[in-house]
């Protein structure tokens, strides 16, 4: 897929790292782009498309292709005047079903968005992060990677790997100041939460210790924490947001 630049120019004057979020067109995503747009940071997305929070770069590219992703980083390199400091993997997709019914495409094709096109996103950032010696890499994983979830063999399958990604992303790049973790969140308030019926909400909140669902802004709060320079000690970890429902996984 061609990789469409921001139509808004980058203001002369760099402030703040350069941060990609991939999928910051919605959901926790947006959540996320928004917060380092506060805090400062020169944000961009690589995404399909669709409405941008104010200040974060638009770079259109399909995660799922490798040169469209190498593609992307190199445009926002240029466009922003250095490497990307902090690499948010938070894009995803989901294609539920039964086991038993789940087909190749549905299983393969959840892997290669969730798993191979984070994998994608995190090699080419990797480079800029090795030169520079120092980088943030924060992987967006799910409870159900750690508990499994009916109907989600996929999906589950695919956030489980990130851990084994993080720890060893950890191992080879921990003396070149580059950290990797994964924020793993429980049930937040989005579109897809809204959908359910009364009755399943009210399911999930009974097995949820805190009783509620989170915000994103609660998801992108830890986010930003990581990706810190107060976190510079903390890699290689799994960080639940999740309400206490993952106890013990």
Do not use: W
């Amino acid at each position: 897929m061609t990789t469409m630049p921001a139509t808004q120019s980058i203001s002369a004057g760099p402030t703040g790292r350069v941060v990609v979020v991939t999928g910051a067109a919605r959901g926790i995503g947006r959540a996320i782009a928004e917060r380092f747009v506060a805090d400062g940071d020169r944000v961009a997305t690589i995404y399909r498309g669709g409405d941008l929070p104010k200040g974060v770069e638009a770079y259109v590219a399909d995660v799922t292709d490798s040169a469209a992703v190498d593609a992307a980083f190199t445009a926002i390199e240029k466009d922003m005047g250095g490497p990307v400091e902090v690499l948010v993997a938070n894009a995803g997709v989901t294609k539920d079903q039964l086991l038993m019914r789940m087909s190749d495409e549905e299983f393969e094709s959840v892997v290669d968005v969730n798993l191979t096109g984070t994998f994608r996103c995190v090699r080419r950032a990797s480079k800029g992060m090795i030169r520079a010696r120092k980088g943030r890499i924060v992987l967006l994983g799910s409870i159900v990677g750690l508990s499994g979830g009916a109907g989600q063999v996929n999906y589950s399958s695919s956030k489980a790997a990130l851990v084994g990604m993080a720890r060893s992303i950890t191992r080879e790049l921990g003396t070149r100041g580059i950290t990797a973790n994964v924020v793993a969140p429980g049930y937040v308030e989005t579109d897809m939460t809204a959908a359910l019926s009364d009755d399943v909400r009210s399911h999930y909140l009974k097995t949820i210790p805190a009783g509620r669902f989170a915000t994103p802004d609660e998801i992108a709060a830890v986010v930003s924490f990581v990706a810190s320079d107060a976190a510079g000690y903390v890699t290689g970890a799994v960080i639940p947001v999740d309400g206490g429902l993952g106890m013990g996984h």
